[in-house]
């Protein structure tokens, strides 16, 4: 059972940058699809950013060029590095892991996060303009 805590959210102007990381425990990031996804009050979760334990990545079209998922194998950690923030990347953020065989392909699935069975709490990044 792997257990993640995000930190490193908060609010931001736009044009600024934030990181953020997902701590875990119970079992090792490396063995595992790793994921950042994001959700604004009353809209679906929606997939960010997808690292595969190969290395592979996949990002969504709205933060390409500007989000970068990285892992810290000796920190059993993940990160999302986010360079000039705007206001429509505002919501609650959450990291994810899961044995999942098509990663990082799962980000283009219609239903991608529900083949994550970890997450964490979540933390909250608001841009302002």
């Known amino acids: 059972q792997v257990h993640l805590v995000e930190s490193g959210g908060g609010s931001v102007q736009s044009g600024g940058s934030l990181r953020l990381s997902c701590g875990a425990s119970g079992g090792s990031l490396n063995d595992y699809c790793m994921g950042w996804f994001r959700q604004v009050l009353g809209k679906d979760r929606e997939g960010v950013a997808i690292l595969s334990n190969d290395g592979r990545t996949k990002y969504a079209d709205s933060v390409k060029g500007r989000f970068t998922i990285s892992q810290d194998s000796a920190k059993n950690a993940l990160y999302l590095q986010m360079n000039d923030l705007k206001p429509e990347d505002t919501a609650m953020y959450y990291c994810?892991?899961?044995?999942?065989?098509?990663?990082?392909?799962?980000?283009?699935?219609?239903?991608?996060?529900?083949?994550?069975?970890?997450w964490g709490q979540g933390t909250q990044v608001t841009v302002s303009s």
């Open positions: 994810a892991a899961d044995n999942i065989d098509f990663c990082p392909d799962v980000l283009g699935y219609y239903s991608g996060r529900h083949y994550f069975g970890y």
